[in-house]
T-cell receptor, first 109, second 115 residues
Framework: GQNIDQPTEMTATEGAIVQINCTYQ??????LFWYQQHAGEAPTFLSY??LDGLEEKGRFSSFLSRSKGYSYLLLKELQMKDSASYLC??????????WGAGTKLIIKP | IAGITQAPTSQILAAGRRMTLRCTQD?????MYWYRQDLGLGLRLIHY???????GKGEVPDGYSVSRANTDDFPLTLASAVPSQTSVYFC??????????????FGPGTRLTVL
């Protein structure tokens, strides 16, 4: 079966750095996405990785290792508005997105 | 209209009733999707459409039907609602269904409660 694993919940302090991990086992791989979802709102696109390595976009970076079936999202200089759920999703061999259950990130002052 | 809209925003429905959730996009995207999101579970694909006139079944299609008469609209119908269909429903669209770089854009969601 296909499986995406990410921690259910994480807590971090405003101004700090947090790393949210995602491991996957899917039938094929055509890319990995990270989305942000604030409570009661729709998911919004954050990042996309298809090759190994780190993609940096402002305060957010995403890393991929295809051989390990592993990705992480790194958030720097945390702000209160970063409190949200972060969803990891893999595009499988049929070009369908397989979603993790999401990691709820709580930011404390 | 800008992006994707969904209607209604929320709905309480008696079991056994028929219900259609509406989704409209104005980005001229080829592909559209319906997901349900339940607490503790990832987004699960119900049905999808790669282009107008075609539809396909996702992971959890039972009890749902869709149609894609044109590019912009992708309604989801529950023929006879059951309590297990209580969920938040998201419609999404993307420019090209089979492109690795394709990004899905989501509507605001419909919160459906079946009693």
């Amino acid at each position: 079966g296909q499986n995406i694993d990410q921690p259910t919940e994480m807590t971090a302090t405003e101004g700090a750095i947090v790393q949210i991990n995602c491991t996957y086992q899917t039938s094929g791989f055509n890319g990995l996405f990270w989305y942000q979802q604030h409570a009661g709102e729709a998911p919004t696109f954050l990042s996309y990785n298809v090759l190994d390595g780190l993609e940096e976009k402002g305060r957010f970076s995403s890393f991929l290792s295809r051989s390990k079936g592993y990705s992480y999202l790194l958030l720097k200089e945390l702000q209160m508005k970063d409190s949200a759920s972060y969803l990891c999703a893999v595009l499988d061999s049929n070009y369908q997105l397989i979603w993790g259950a999401g990691t709820k990130l709580i930011i404390k002052p | 209209i800008a992006g994707i809209t969904q209607a209604p925003t929320s709905q309480i429905l008696a079991a056994g009733r028929r219900m259609t959730l509406r989704c409209t996009q104005d980005m001229r995207h080829n592909a559209m999707y319906w997901y349900r999101q339940d607490l503790g579970l990832g987004l699960r694909l119900i049905h999808y459409s790669n282009t107008a006139g075609t539809t396909g079944k996702g992971e959890v299609p039972d009890g749902y039907s869709v149609s894609r008469a044109n590019t912009d609209d992708f309604p989801l119908t529950l023929a006879s609602a059951v309590p297990s269909q209580t969920s938040v429903y998201f419609c999404a669209s993307s420019d090209e269904a089979s492109a690795s770089t394709d990004t899905q854009y989501f509507g605001p969601g419909t919160r459906l409660t079946v009693l």
